[in-house]
Every structure is written in structure tokens, then in C-alpha cells.
């Protein structure tokens, strides 16, 4: 299986128009900028990591937020066609982006395809610092963050169609797959103020 991820740390990269939606740019095979290491493993080094990468479906942007004593992901869900890379960038506070997977330490469940690679960037502390992982396997991904996972820090990704999981993670509530697919994107916000459940 083939993926791409990028770790950056601080503002040690200056990418434009990174933080909007825009498509990876070059042939997918790893290049690397500002003194960042180029890998097939996807290690996290100073700089900007890359790993060999599939095929571009588009960049789509969620923030890792802490406001107050929520700590969450804004959307909590997203519906993402096979190919899109999806960034996770915080905003504030120290997060991480990790996959529902029994092969991760952090993780008693797997709640991902059974196909797909699972991810963890780490946490990551400086404002404006992201993770991105291109998805390729169809199905429902659900993920948490690290230090807040037993606050309720948890999201749920569905590419290209429903599959895999049911009902909610062990550590609280997500959309439902239906809805994310109906709605594209739901928001924390509208999820946590009695939304689409």
C-alpha cells in the first residue's frame, strides 16, 4: 500500500496555500523541502518527512483544537474520496492525529479497514504544526488523540463509502457513518450541539 505523509514542525516550512484545499503538488515520489528527510518509513524528523505516496485526490484540512476543557477535532467528521490526503493541523494546545489500530500501543480496538495502513504522528506541540496521511482504502477510519482520548478527543473519517466499524469508539461519540457520507463534512460544533449523530 502506498501513502504519503508530511510532519511539520513550528514554521520551520512555509508552504502557500497549503491551508486551504489545494492538491499535493510534484509526481507523488517523496520530495523533500526546508531540511526535511525523504523515507519510505514515515518517520518523524525535524523538518518536513515524506513518504512515497498515492495518487492525488485533493488536500482537506481538520484542526486539533483546545478551547477552554474541550479538546477536540474540527470536523469531527469527513467524508474523503480515495487519493485525498487529509492534514491535521494544530491550532491549540498539544494533540495528536492516531488511528483506531491494535498494532499501535494506544489502541485496544482496531477500527480502521482491515487493508489500511494505521497512523500516528505523535504529538505534536507548536501552533500550526501537521500531520497528513493520504487515504486510499475505502471504508470508515475512526482515530483519537493521544492525551485526550479519555476526554472524548476522537473523530471519524469515511472514504468513499461506509464500512468496517460499528456503533461509536470505546471513548465517546462520533457521526454517524450515514450522515457523514450525507453531509460531507460535519462540524464539532454542530455534532456536539445535538447534530447528526
Not at 502557500?16 to 523515507?39: F, M, N, R, V
Not at 480515495?82 to 498494532?103: K, L, N, R
Not at 460544533?189 to 447528526?196: D, L, V
Request: glycine share 18%.
Amino acid at each position: 500500500m502506498k501513502r504519503r505523509t508530511f510532519v511539520k514542525w513550528g514554521s520551520a516550512l512555509s508552504v502557500g496555500g497549503l491551508a486551504g484545499c489545494s492538491a499535493p503538488t510534484g509526481d507523488g515520489g517523496g520530495e523533500a523541502t526546508a531540511g526535511g528527510t525523504t523515507t519510505e518509513g514515515g518517520a518523524a524528523t525535524e523538518g518536513e518527512t515524506t513518504t512515497e505516496g498515492g495518487a492525488g485526490g485533493g488536500t482537506q484540512e481538520i484542526a486539533m483544537i483546545t478551547e477552554g476543557s474541550e479538546y477536540y477535532f474540527d470536523p469531527i467528521g469527513l467524508f474523503v474520496e480515495p487519493g485525498t490526503t487529509v492534514e491535521w493541523v494544530i491550532e491549540s494546545g498539544s494533540h495528536s492525529s492516531t488511528a483506531y489500530a491494535e498494532s499501535l500501543d494506544s489502541a485496544n480496538v482496531t477500527r480502521i479497514p482491515e487493508q489500511a495502513e494505521p497512523w500516528d504522528s505523535g504529538i505534536l506541540t507548536e501552533q500550526g504544526a501537521s500531520f497528513s496521511y493520504t487515504f486510499e482504502v475505502t471504508g470508515t477510519y475512526d482515530y483519537f488523540c493521544l492525551p485526550h482520548k479519555s476526554l472524548g478527543m476522537i473523530a471519524r473519517i469515511v472514504c468513499g463509502e461506509p464500512g468496517d466499524v460499528e456503533g461509536d469508539p470505546p471513548d465517546g461519540a462520533v457521526p454517524s457513518e450515514q450522515a457523514i457520507v450525507n453531509q460531507g463534512t460535519i462540524s464539532y460544533e454542530e455534532f456536539s450541539g445535538g447534530g447528526s449523530g
